[in-house]
């Protein structure tokens, strides 16, 4: 799983028909212990599961994950949204 922050969104007027109805939306990959910051700028399109929008940190999944949370398995989608985060506690190392 990734954490990220939705960072925009991408119309498609003319998509695949399994894709027809998706919100799809730029997330850019942050550090897990970062309070916000972008992790370098690796920043990819995923499709919303969860009602997600600009500005929130998201939990996303890729790979057959991705498709099994549309419960569409023949969808080209390779990175879904499956939960916005309220969130992150990480325990500093001493």
Known sequence: MI????????WATR???ALSGLKLM??????????GGPYGDD?????????????ERVLVVTGSSA?????T???P???????????VKVPSEE
Do not use: H, T
Request: charged share 25%; net charge negative.
């Open 73 to 75: 398995p023949d969808a």
């Open 43 to 55: 920043s990819f399109v995923a499709v919303d599961c969860v009602g997600a929008g600009i500005g």
């Open 67 to 71: 498709r099994m949370a549309l419960r």
């Open 15 to 17: 998509k695949e028909e």
């Open 26 to 35: 730029v997330v850019r990959r942050e550090a897990a212990c970062a309070a």
């Open 3 to 10: 954490i990220g922050k939705v960072i925009g969104n991408v």
């Open 77 to 87: 989608v390779d990175a879904a949204i499956v939960g916005i985060i309220d969130e």
